[in-house]
């Protein structure tokens, strides 16, 4: 149980262009989703929190008009990155959190590799 | 503010031999740590968790121990395995979410 998964896995897309990640709770409904980035070698840093049905709250510093956050179901969150550029190249890696798995606890998603070239 | 933070980034150790992961935090009003383990090109694996009201708690070959005077965290892994081969991350649970330590890379030598 408590098994998160992404899509796409990786993708590589062209400056200027938008790519949407999404991310699913399969067996398990996820009153709260957080996606996070990860550089090479670094750590996970929290860019936004969402729960279902209400607007995401976002980390200081992370652009709200540039990654776009829909928590449209309790399975499901996306995460729109607008206009990519190089440096928004990253591992981007959500998770979830449900009642009945405990109250605390996030599972993570396995993340999906963005490139922009 | 709150911080995670772990003393090595690096730990080698034989294989069949016990690993101890270790982590500090600052802020003393966090009340839930989890440990993650993350392989390459992967997400973030719950192993195990403890919450502030315990000091010691055991899963298959984990141990979390907490002291909390010194606000410490380690994981024990006994008879490491290759397949332990990965960064780990602490993270303690704050008023929101949670914050990642730095992490420590676990090799493990044949």
């Known amino acids: 149980g408590a098994v998160v998964s992404q899509h796409p896995s990786w993708v590589i897309c062209k400056s200027g262009t938008s790519v949407k990640i999404e991310c699913r709770s399969l067996?398990?409904?996820?009153?709260?989703m957080f996606w996070y980035r990860q550089f090479p070698k670094q750590s996970l840093m929290l860019m936004a929190t969402?729960?279902?049905?209400?607007?995401?709250?976002?980390e200081q510093g992370v652009e709200k008009d540039k990654f776009l956050i829909n928590h449209a179901s309790l399975t499901l969150s996306t995460l729109t990155v607008t206009s990519a550029h190089p440096e928004d190249s990253s591992f981007y890696i959500c998770?979830?959190?449900?009642?009945?798995?405990?109250?605390?606890?996030?599972?993570f998603g396995p993340g999906t590799r963005l490139t922009v070239l | 503010g709150e911080s995670v933070g772990l003393h090595l980034p690096t730990l080698s150790v034989q294989e069949g031999d016990n690993s101890i992961i270790n982590c500090a935090y600052s802020?003393?009003?966090?009340?839930?740590f989890i440990w993650y383990k993350q392989e390459s090109g992967k997400g973030p694996q719950f192993i195990i968790d403890?919450?502030?009201?315990?000091d010691k708690r055991q899963g298959q070959r984990v141990t979390v121990l907490l002291n909390k005077t010194v606000k410490h965290l380690s994981l024990q892994i006994a008879a490491t395995q290759p397949g332990d081969s990965a960064v780990y991350f602490c993270?303690?649970?704050?008023?929101?979410?949670?914050?990642f330590g730095s992490g420590t890379r676990l090799q493990v030598q044949p």
């Open positions: 998770s979830a959190r449900g009642g009945w798995v405990g109250r605390d606890t996030q599972y």
């Open positions: 067996d398990f409904q996820a009153t709260t």
């Open positions: 969402s729960n279902e049905g209400s607007k995401a709250t976002y």
């Open positions: 802020n003393s009003a966090s009340d839930y």
């Open positions: 403890i919450r502030s009201n315990m």
């Open positions: 993270a303690s649970e704050g008023r929101r979410a949670l914050t």
